[in-house]
């Protein structure tokens, strides 16, 4: 029994692994000689990260909904405990809500909207960082 508990941590783990290293590895600049070279590769590398945002932000969207699901299951069972399919599903829909937050903050600034367009990017801004918060 411990071994089947020990492979049910050994999921979340390697699933927490994975997203942080997947937001590392996006938010890493190229090191420069000098300061004033280091700004337009951390430039770079924050405009590239912001065109990850579409990619990014489905999967959170979809863990959240399927989490809602399991605990639907859950209360209509009767249990009052929940889950374990649920809290993976919120635990990493959230990790991911907060990843496609900071590539669409980086997407919003790189891609420049204005006029009309601007006051709907900046609600779904804002509800997106609700969202992962």
């Given at each position: 029994?411990?071994?089947?508990?020990?492979?049910?941590?050994?999921?979340?783990?390697?699933?927490?692994?994975?997203?942080?290293?997947?937001?590392?590895?996006?938010?890493?600049?190229?090191?420069?000689?000098?300061?004033?070279?280091?700004?337009?590769?951390?430039?770079?590398?924050?405009i590239?990260?912001g065109?990850?945002h579409?990619?990014?932000?489905?999967?959170?969207i979809?863990?959240?909904?399927?989490?809602?699901?399991f605990?639907?299951?859950?209360?209509?069972?009767?249990?009052?405990?929940?889950?374990?399919?649920?809290?993976?599903?919120l635990?990493?829909?959230?990790?991911?809500?907060?990843?496609?937050?900071?590539?669409?903050?980086?997407?919003?600034e790189?891609a420049?909207?204005?006029?009309?367009s601007?006051?709907?990017?900046?609600?779904?801004?804002?509800l997106?960082?609700?969202?992962a918060?």
């Amino acid at each position: 029994m411990s071994t089947d508990r020990s492979r049910a941590l050994s999921l979340p783990f390697l699933a927490c692994a994975f997203t942080l290293g997947f937001v590392a590895s996006a938010a890493i600049a190229v090191p420069a000689a000098s300061a004033a070279a280091a700004a337009p590769a951390a430039e770079r590398v924050w405009i590239a990260a912001g065109k990850l945002h579409p990619m990014v932000v489905h999967f959170p969207i979809a863990l959240l909904v399927v989490a809602l699901i399991f605990e639907c299951f859950r209360l209509r069972r009767g249990s009052y405990h929940p889950s374990p399919a649920s809290v993976l599903c919120l635990l990493l829909g959230t990790m991911g809500a907060i990843a496609a937050a900071v590539l669409g903050w980086s997407s919003a600034e790189s891609a420049g909207y204005g006029g009309t367009s601007a006051w709907l990017l900046n609600a779904h801004r804002w509800l997106g960082v609700a969202t992962a918060g």
